[in-house]
């Protein structure tokens, strides 16, 4: 069973910065894929960010330019860095993990709240 531990939420001004990291462990397979989820209040969670294990990395367009997901494959950590922030950023983040069977895991979440 992978347990992920994320970090890092909170309450910040526009413009502002906050930066997420999640931790995995407990894998008995290699972890492929590692992402960002958010899910807003009535609204349907969305994939903001991913990167696979060579470093590929795909965005979301509303936070592109403004966020940078990077990860340690060595730690099994995955972190967002999220700059200029935006009311429309507020949301719960998840992270998430595909290993190498197909295998998904979510974390707990964590609250990202901007204020205008």
């Known amino acids: 069973q992978v347990q992920l531990v994320e970090s890092g939420g909170g309450l910040v001004q526009a413009g502002g910065s906050l930066r997420l990291s999640c931790a995995a462990s407990?894998?008995?397979?290699?972890?492929?894929?590692m992402a960002w989820y958010r899910q807003a209040p009535g609204k349907q969670r969305e994939r903001v960010a991913s990167?696979?294990?060579?470093?590929?990395?795909d965005y979301v367009d509303s936070v592109k330019g403004r966020f940078t997901i990077s990860r340690d494959n060595t730690k099994n950590t995955v972190s967002l860095q999220m700059n200029s922030l935006k009311p429309e950023d507020t949301a719960v983040y998840y992270c998430?993990?595909?290993?190498?069977?197909?295998?998904?895991?979510w974390g707990q979440g964590t609250q990202v709240t901007v204020s205008s």
């Open positions: 407990g894998s008995r397979f290699s972890i492929n894929r």
């Open positions: 990167i696979t294990s060579s470093g590929n990395t």
């Open positions: 998430n993990v595909l290993t190498s069977v197909l295998y998904q895991y």
